[in-house]
């Protein structure tokens, strides 16, 4: 068991605290970035079966480039057109549906050491920006006609099973997660790491 820190201590750790919120604050307020709005055309409309009510498709929205990245719709287990006489929810910022989404980052074998500066302390950095970004997320359901849960899983292994489709997704240092959740609230399924 660990010991309880004191006073003084937790009182220098919480003016740590203070300091890189001030600094961060500062920096942003010196350094302000031009909004670049998301254009529709960024993105594709699809259909994701749930795997917990497979009766039901969800409407997405998915940036083109990581539908890309990961291989297309088809194998993310997503259709553009949803079947004939099926029940079709919008998924919308606030829904409180889970989903199950695949996060993943591309990672090289060139670490970058990050500084110590006033906000952060020293980190190393192995994820890569790909395309224009590093951190990716798709919806992702096992293909079928009544998709579950075990063999979502299943897929999700046999998609990073090869060594190709894991160095051309998520290169050498790299790691795929298979989550579970909406919002911030998200359960990990499966882990695949380089």
Request: hydrophobic share 40%.
């Amino acid at each position: 068991m660990s010991r309880r820190k004191s006073a003084v201590e937790l009182e220098e750790l919480a003016k740590i605290k203070r300091s890189q919120a001030a600094a961060r604050m500062a920096h942003r307020a010196a350094n302000p970035k031009a909004y670049t709005p998301k254009l529709d055309v960024d993105y594709t409309q699809v259909y994701y079966r749930d795997p917990l009510e497979p009766t039901r498709f969800l409407k997405l929205k998915v940036a083109n480039g990581t539908l890309t990245l990961w291989g297309g719709a088809a194998a993310a287990g997503l259709v553009t057109v949803p079947p004939a006489n099926s029940t079709i929810v919008e998924i919308t910022r606030g829904s409180k549906i889970p989903i199950v989404k695949v996060r993943w980052y591309y990672g090289d074998d060139t670490a970058v050491v990050v500084p110590a500066n006033e906000m952060h302390g020293r980190w190393v950095k192995f994820y890569d920006v790909k395309n224009g970004q590093s951190h990716h997320q798709v919806p992702f359901v096992q293909e079928g006609a009544t998709p579950n849960l075990a063999g979502t899983i299943t897929a999700f292994y046999a998609k990073l099973n090869t060594a190709a489709e894991t160095d051309r997704i998520i290169g050498t240092r790299g790691r795929a997660e298979l989550v579970i959740g909406y919002g911030n609230q998200y359960t990990t399924l499966a882990r695949v790491s380089a």
